[in-house]
């Protein structure tokens, strides 16, 4: 609970951690299998940060040191660890499994927003986006932050990660919500980082180039 903040946050970062072992361990298995080092790193990284969120210290050590290995395209020792670590990290399903059939899902008290409202505003932070209206785009999502989205919203996204020709491209939030309800609010996107705004200029630069890198797509 160290890592979430509330019982409550680390409740829901376990069920989306367990839902996404299987599809966590599909990509990490075909990266594997297919030597692509760069795509393997990516997401090992992904799964570094989740598991010390709730706290599988033991896989985040283990993915920190596959991150590694597999960024310096040590093949050999990537080889040798790769199993080890997809034992653990997969024996979370039967660990959480109980725990996770047990709980319902807290209903959001947010209001959901109309597919017409929702247009609307998705219009209005493009044309911002397009004259670089920082301001307006702040306060469109200070907007949109009081809605709860409606399920189109998240399928939409769903697709989006999954489409052939996109799937393998890792997806950055760029935001100034620092508390940890923002954060884990989107955890189920499955984001490779989350990257704040109240860092400064150099070191958001920096943190996005070393992404671009990797062929990332950068979401506001």
């Given at each position: 609970?160290?890592?979430c ?8 970062t376990?069920k989306?951690?367990?839902d996404s072992?299987?599809e966590k361990?599909?990509e ?10 760069d795509n ?5 990284h992904?799964l570094?940060?989740t ?5 599988a ?6 993915a920190?040191?596959l991150e ?8 050999d020792e ?8 997809m ?6 399903r039967?660990?959480f499994?109980v725990l996770?059939q ?5 209903a959001?008290d ?7 409202d929702?247009n ?9 986006a ?9 306060r469109?999502m200070?907007?949109l932050?009081?809605?709860a989205?409606?399920p ?7 697709k989006?990660?999954?489409?052939k020709n ?8 760029l935001t ?12 189920h ?6 990257i ?5 200029p ?9 992404f671009?890198?990797?062929?990332i797509?950068?979401v506001?």
């Amino acid at each position: 609970m160290q890592n979430c903040g509330t019982a409550e946050l680390l409740e829901s970062t376990v069920k989306k951690y367990y839902d996404s072992i299987d599809e966590k361990s599909r990509e990490l298995d075909g990266y594997f299998a297919e030597e692509d080092w760069d795509n393997y790193c990516t997401k090992v990284h992904a799964l570094k940060s989740t598991s010390r969120l709730i706290g599988a210290m033991e896989v985040s050590k283990m993915a920190a040191e596959l991150e590694e290995l597999s960024d310096k395209k040590l093949a050999d020792e990537v080889r040798a660890r790769h199993a080890p670590l997809m034992e653990k990290y997969r024996a979370f399903r039967e660990k959480f499994e109980v725990l996770v059939q047990s709980e319902e899902e807290n209903a959001s008290d947010k209001a959901e927003i109309s597919e017409s409202d929702l247009n609307e505003k998705l219009s209005k932070l493009s044309a911002c986006a397009d004259s670089f209206d920082i301001d307006g785009l702040d306060r469109i999502m200070a907007e949109l932050s009081v809605f709860a989205m409606p399920p189109s919203f998240a399928e939409k996204f769903t697709k989006i990660r999954t489409d052939k020709n996109m799937k393998d491209l890792p997806v950055i939030f760029l935001t100034a919500k620092n508390d940890k309800e923002s954060i884990m609010s989107v955890v189920h996107l499955k984001p490779e980082d989350y990257i704040l705004k109240t860092r400064s200029p150099e070191e958001i630069k920096q943190s996005v180039m070393d992404f671009f890198n990797k062929r990332i797509i950068v979401v506001d």
